[in-house]
């Protein structure tokens, strides 16, 4: 299995697209408050369809609870900002996936921390960013790739 996770998400469409995806692909979504929506929001509910009861979804109060609870595991850090491309990675059974929020990603002082472990999107000069959902399906895509999508059909 692996797992997503969202840094103080803050539009609810998006971290709603985000939980379909991890239902239909057996991925744990974690989200860390403080959440800039509430999980009863009609627009998270909406763009999550029928496929919450299919989801593993856990809270955190911060990255750090998530690194306590999953000590051996390993995190790859997602950001504009990292040096190393996504696809540059091997991505193990396990691994972590994590996004910061939509108006400001991860903290820089993260990212300086866990430099080896930043991973990015290519993308053209002058460009910001992809929408966060369609930047978390697109690197869990490739994690699955590399794990035979885990026998998933």
């Not at 903290?107 to 991973?119: D, Q």
Request: some cysteine; charged content about 25%.
């Amino acid at each position: 299995m692996l797992h997503i996770v969202l840094v103080e998400p803050e539009i609810p469409s998006n971290t709603g697209n985000i939980s379909r995806t991890c239902a239909i692909t057996g991925t744990a979504l974690h989200l860390v408050r403080p959440l800039g929506f509430s999980t009863d929001d009609k627009y998270l509910k909406r763009a999550g369809l029928d496929y919450w009861q299919y989801l593993d979804l856990y809270y955190h109060d911060s990255i750090e609870d998530v690194w306590k609870q999953y000590p051996d595991a390993r995190f790859f850090y997602c950001s504009t900002h990292a040096k190393n491309r996504y696809d540059e990675v091997t991505f193990m059974d396990g691994d972590f996936l994590v996004f910061g929020k939509e108006t400001a990603g991860l903290p820089k002082p993260l990212l300086a921390t866990h430099e080896k472990e930043a991973i990015r999107i290519p993308m053209g000069d002058g460009q910001r960013s992809l929408n966060l959902s369609n930047a978390a399906a697109i690197i869990l895509y490739e994690a699955l790739r590399q794990n035979s999508f885990f026998g998933m059909k």
